[in-house]
């Protein structure tokens, strides 16, 4: 496959200012009449061919300033449009006259069906298999849209910018007009025609326009988008508030489908998502599904700024969208629920997910250089790294001048299809500082490690750290440079006290952060009376690992007293990993795992500790998981060691510290009306955590099965199935729950998606058994997404001990449902591919297993661009 080079960026030799578009929609025979103002850029020959990107299209129609081209002058083929000798004015006018079958579509790129609801996906390269395009992200475009369609099927027609104009076309058929004032890239570009449901609001913006919202869902369901339309009216008060911008168009309109192949899309003034990112009540959707959905409201909508209106010259620049936007939802979730909760879920999120990108195979920095399949670099590293880089960037600059430079962003780059070092500079001319060591973080791959050790010399009042950093190599980048590595700290003394120092040495150190610039540095703070403890890499300033020498004592110390809430929690949850790690290890040479009693009875003293809220207790108590575990072993790995290891440690804790676990337990007992505010969900997490400890006690599965038949919300129903199905497998309790469950939600596809995941994440070599049976269950289709990845997803992503079984036959299973979805969707059946990336830190056996199965879908045929890249770079 053809690989795309950032060096080769080249403005292309034409612009297309204006595009009409008219659609004759049908589900088997689309007709698409693009009507394109086409412009000759300053300076290129007019003998310049102008060829256009397609994919899989068939051409019916094509003329120049309103005459029929003729065939010798052009070259058409499904995949490109060659215009041989355009005219030699330097505007003219293309009309393309294309046939599309949207009902056949399963790859959900471009226009397609879902439910009988015609819809759009364009980004990244969608738009190309609607017409023939410069299908690129710096082609801005004034777009102008008619639908025409048979009323009765499609009551409603959408399209991105504002309503001009709509009527009757007779024998059945409607039409309506939109048009966009804002030029925009064609991947903004969105339809959506069908017969759906609306919940109608309204936003009055910071300069007193009405804007009218809509989210559109299937009939019957409008009550369920409340939630919804609650986060889209903070997330525009809130970009209002915190970066000074305004909604720009009179409407702004969100529909829900049920097949996508991502969360969410953020097309120009119609968003367009994933029904299980909207649709929410108390009985089919749990905290974390309030969460997300409040989440992904405001990333969609921020990207209003953040991505279309300063957009990405290229698709190598698709953090200069993806990580701000992401910053920017973090920063929006955190002043709505609590920020410290906020950032340790984040960081366990990209420690998860990114961490483990960056440091196998498919590591890429993030900004790539280079991809052949631009759908696979929608990662971990772009979305999540890259709003870690953000972060940074505000930690050295400070909140002010991070917001000027944000606000020179808006101001220099509105209309632009901008660039990372547009963005970079924006923030040196507003802060006055070289920021171009700190912009490696965008250009080199690798998770940077800091070794750290302290000693403190009491005679002479002096306490130093000697730091060091490395990034270990990368796939084709083997020497790396030194990073400009943020480093927020504290000396903590007795009671949690900071302990004062008079002057630093060997590094700068501003506003409690050590600046990390060279590979060693020895920082020495003068005027240190006692020997503090030190608190490293507060907030999370920087994402990197630490190999720090830090006494047992000092780690149970922090995971007391450290003022920093993150800190604190980070402090206990080492002490959590290194019990696990050090059990894995005795199970290994056959040994029955020991605890200390002072780690278990701080897990009893955090439970009970009324200081802390609810959510953050919940997060300190759940142990770090199985694929966590295996991260920091980092090779020869055996899941089902670790799991052992897991068990015992859950065990330990539950037992010594049933007696505060019950009592707390009862005392958490919804009391009062359902509500899904942070406070209200963070006492349900912290209920369910303890339930799920309770549940390896004598009467675990009474008390759980307890727990299913009494809740009154899906969190805790969802939670007590986990329970009983993953602690109680095959146990009475847990074969009536899992039937009781199908009984009554049996007809909703997104609450079987939960059916199916805590099925797919059962621990166990049976599970893979299960989970083949479970693809002939009649909610289940390998063509939509949202089942495959609850299912088949889950299964291979977050089932350790299930998917790798010893004898491979996890991987087998996996490997034929690869090359089954892909046969209808490559994107999806390439992102379910990424679950084995991480191939090669496993004990000997199951990495031959799992390449054996790498290598057989390697070899299948007529493999997608898609599924070849990611295989391909997994086994090199
Ligand atoms: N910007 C959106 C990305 C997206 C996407 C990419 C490839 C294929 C399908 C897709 N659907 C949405 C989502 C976002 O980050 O906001
Ligand atoms: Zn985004």
Partial sequence: GQVFKLEDYRPNDYLIPQTDLTFRLSPDATRVTAVLTIERRDGVSVSAPLVLDGDGLTLKRIEIDGKKVKPADLLATPDQLTILEPPVARRFQLLIETEVAPAGNEALMGLYRSSHVYCTQCEAEGFRRITYFLDRPDILSVYTVRMEAMRDEAPLLLSNGNPLEKGDLGDGWHYAVWHDPFPKPSYLFALVAGNLGRLADSFVTLSGRTVELGIYVEPGKETLAGYAMDALKRSMKWDEEAFGREYDLDVFNIVAVSDFNMGAMENKGLNIFNDKYVLADRETATDADFANIEAIIAHEYFHNWTGNRITCRDWFQLCLKEGLTVFRDHEFSADQRSRAV??????????????????????????????????????????????????????????????????????????????????????????????????????????????????????????????????????????????????????????????????????????????????????????????????????????????????????????????????????????????????????????????????????????????????????????????????????????????????????????????????????????????????????????????????????????????????????????????????HHGSPEAVEALAAFETTYGSDPLIMDKWFQIQASVPGPQTVDTVKALTNHPAFSMGNPNRVRSLIGTFSSANQTGFHRADGEGYWFFAQTVLEVEKRNPQVAARLATALRSWRSLEPLRQAKAREALLSIAGAENLSADLRDIVERTLA
């Avoid at 220099?412 to 802060?431: L, M």
């Avoid at 400009?484 to 060997?506: D, M, N, R």
């Avoid at 339930?691 to 809740?711: I, M, T, V």
């Fill in 342 to 727: 906020k950032r340790i879920a984040e960081v366990r999120t990209l420690r998860a997910h990114q961490f483990p990108e960056d440091q196998g195979p498919l590591a890429h920095p993030v900004r790539p250089r280079r991809y052949r399949e631009i759908n696979n670099f929608y990662t971990a590293t772009v979305y999540e790294k890259g709003s870690e880089v953000v972060r940074m960037i505000r930690t050295i600059l400070g909140a002010d001048v991070f917001r000027a430079g944000m606000d020179l962003y808006f101001e220099r780059h509105d209309g632009d299809a901008a660039t990372i070092e547009d963005f970079i500079k924006v923030f040196e001319d507003a802060s006055g500082r070289d920021l171009s060591q700190f912009a490696l973080w965008y250009h080199q791959a690798g998770t940077p490690n800091l070794t750290i050790s302290s000693t403190h010399n009491p005679a002479a009042q002096e306490f130093t750290l000697e730091i060091e950093q490395s990034v270990p190599p990368t796939p084709s980048e083997s020497r790396k440079r030194l990073m400009h590595i943020p480093l927020a700290f504290g000396l903590i003394g007795a009671g949690g006290k900071p302990v004062p120092y008079s002057s630093v040495e060997g590094a700068s150190v501003e506003d409690g952060v050590i600046h990390i610039r060279k590979r060693r540095h020895m920082v020495r703070f003068s005027g240190v009376t006692e020997r503090p403890a030190v608190s490293l890499n507060r907030g999370f300033s920087a994402p990197v690992t630490l190999s720090v020498e830090q006494k047992a004592d000092d780690q149970f110390f922090l995971a007391r007293h450290d003022g920093d809430a993150f800190s604190r929690w980070q402090a206990f949850n080492t002490l959590l990993t290194d019990a696990l790690i050090s059990a894995f290890r005795e199970i290994l040479g056959g040994k029955q795992p020991a605890f200390a009693p002072r780690l278990i009875e701080l897990a009893g003293s955090i439970a009970g500790d009324e200081t802390l809220e609810p959510a953050y207790r919940a997060l300190a108590l759940a142990l770090p998981g199985e694929a966590d575990i295996a991260r920091d072993i980092g090779r020869n790995i055996d899941p089902d060691a670790i799991y052992a290891a897991r068990e015992a440690l859950a065990l330990a804790i539950g037992t010594a510290n049933r007696d505060v676990f019950s009592g707390l337990y009862l005392s958490l007992a919804d009391r009062e009306a359902f509500s899904p505010d942070a406070a209200s969900a963070g006492r349900r997490a912290l209920r369910n955590t303890l339930l799920d400890y309770l549940s390896l006690q004598p009467g675990g599965a009474e008390l759980a099965a307890g727990h299913f038949q009494s809740a009154t919300n899906m969190t805790d129903r969802a939670a007590a199935l986990a329970v009983l199905a993953h602690r």
